[in-house]
């Protein structure tokens, strides 16, 4: 059954300035409540600005309404269910890039203001810990991109689609915009006549009014806000069975559907292959967006991954080229969705993981050999190091580019981590491992030391040591097994994918 929030219990809340306080308590309240709006974060290493303290969203209900202009902001309406984890006079949102019409808390109006990259609401009355709370905001969405920013609205040939990674899904709508705060979804989407409306999860209703008819879908599981997909074009969405009656939606531009044909067709036998690796695949539906647009990359949004249209239509691209990367993308899936990041260090779960089994995808499929892959990688792999970080420590994103975070220590270098440890406690164990991994932390998110704690326990032997040097050492450890491989001065750079 799709997850329907409750609606927050309305009681009686305590008054900011309540007279029944204690004159000196209500000094320290007024001091708190006058200091200026800041904006706030998690403390995340990579990005510290990012989500915010005091509260865990439940729910996104998340409406917007498209006029037939790519170039126009969208109406919009973003009401977020949440509990509050400490008392709250403010609750900071993140949200720029739109225009802010209203604010309401529990029905009630509330006082707004931006500070930074937050919006930063003040509700009549306190928020306190243990409540629920429910924040609707009334604003724009705004495609056009300005002041550097990157991500959010992708504007397309023929209209919209999200690409929200790493930080920035508060381009498009207010959230706590950090992949530790998973929630469950409900988009949704009004568009004119001629267009397709499409999002994460599955259908849950359409209905038509005038000239523009409105598509609602829901999240069967909860989500990160980087992972969110909606996608408003002049599209068709074709249909075909996964293993076990899995639904398996593609949305492709009309005037391409039958040349995307022969690709689309493959997804089902890769979620079978991806299955008989690591378990049953994880989530409701499972389909490939593939946009008219130029975005330089392909990303993993849940149940939806986005592809630029001319991967797929492009000669150059070799055939085994092509469907590893797919695979890249359903691989994140179980890697970095299901199973989604505590904090942004810890990437290489995402990435190393997904590149592991596009490399020996290729290897099984078109007999491109892991090995050598691994073995280039190692030679790459001290000056990866060198330029990103070691892979469970990377480097801070370069000034105005958040998702210079994806360099090549994330995933050739991460999938390298993943080669050693293989060799180190032997293929049944390494598999077993990567069933253990996604079936324990399904649906929640987890940490290095997690893999790290979980990986010892199934080898019957502590690894901590194995994994430092191969985590976060400078130079990278000796492979085992292979003694002669060596750093090289051979420049190796891995596919630009998310």
């Known amino acids: 059954m799709p997850h329907t929030p409750d609606t927050p219990t309305v009681r009686p809340r305590r008054r900011l300035r309540a007279v ?19 904006p706030l974060g998690i403390g ?27 170039s126009e902001p969208l109406r919009a309406a973003t009401t977020i269910d949440a509990r509050i984890t400490a008392d709250l006079e403010r609750i900071n949102l993140d949200f720029t890039h739109g225009t802010v019409d209203s604010v309401e808390v529990d029905g009630e109006p509330a006082g707004f203001t931006t500070a930074g990259e937050d919006l930063v609401v003040t509700p009549r009355d306190t928020l306190d810990e243990g409540e629920r709370t429910r924040i609707t905001v009334r604003h724009t969405s705004d495609p056009v991109h300005s002041g550097g920013h990157e991500g959010g609205w992708v504007r397309t040939a023929d209209g919209l689609a999200m690409a929200n990674q790493a930080d920035a899904a508060h381009l498009v709508f207010p959230c706590n915009d950090h992949p530790s705060d998973k929630a469950w979804f409900t988009f949704r989407v009004t568009a004119p006549d001629g267009h397709t409306a499409v999002a994460n999860g599955l259908p849950a209703g359409r209905e038509r009014t005038g000239g523009a008819t409105t598509w609602t879908y829901r999240v069967q599981h909860p989500m990160a806000t980087e992972l969110a997909q909606v996608s408003i074009g002049r599209s068709t969405v074709l249909h075909r069975a996964g293993p076990h009656g899995l639904p398996v939606r593609d949305v492709v531009p009309t005037k391409h559907r039958a040349a995307l044909e022969p690709w689309l067709k493959e997804t089902p036998g890769q979620i079978a292959w991806l299955e008989e690796k690591v378990g049953r695949y994880p989530f409701e539906t499972y389909g490939l967006l593939l946009a008219d647009a130029d975005t330089g990359f392909e990303l993993e949004t849940q149940t939806l991954s986005l592809f630029e249209r001319e991967l797929f239509t492009e000669p150059a691209y070799p055939r085994w080229y092509v469907e590893s990367i797919m695979v890249h993308e359903l691989s994140h899936q179980w890697f970095g969705n299901s199973v989604s990041p505590r904090t942004w260090s810890d990437l290489w779960l995402n990435e190393g993981h997904a590149t592991w089994y596009e490399a020996l995808y290729a290897e099984e499929t078109a007999g491109k050999p892991l090995v050598e892959r691994m073995k280039a990688a190692y030679g790459a792999s001290d000056r990866w190091r060198a330029a990103g970080g070691p892979p469970a420590a990377p480097k801070a994103p370069e000034p105005g580019r958040k998702t210079s975070i994806f360099r090549p220590n994330v995933y050739d270098g991460a999938a390298l981590v993943l080669y050693a440890l293989r060799q180190e406690i032997g293929r049944p164990a390494f598999d077993h491992l990567e069933r253990a991994w996604v079936t324990r932390h399904r649906d929640g998110t987890a940490t290095t030391a997690d893999f790290v704690r979980l990986a010892s326990d199934l080898a019957g032997r502590d690894l901590n040591g194995f994994f430092h040097g191969w985590l976060y050492d400078e130079k990278t450890p000796p492979m085992p097994g292979h003694p002669d491989w060596k750093p090289t001065t051979t420049t190796t750079t891995p596919t630009p994918t998310h």
Not at 21 to 38: D, E, K, N, R
Not at 44 to 70: I, K, M, Q, W
Request: proline share 9%; net charge negative; with cysteine.
């Open 20 to 38: 029944a306080l204690l004159a000196s308590a209500a000094s320290v309240c007024l001091v708190a409540a006058s200091a200026p709006p800041t």
């Open 44 to 70: 995340d290493r990579l990005f510290p600005h990012l989500g915010n303290p005091g509260y865990d969203v439940t729910a996104y209900d998340l409406s917007f309404t498209y006029a037939g202009d790519n």
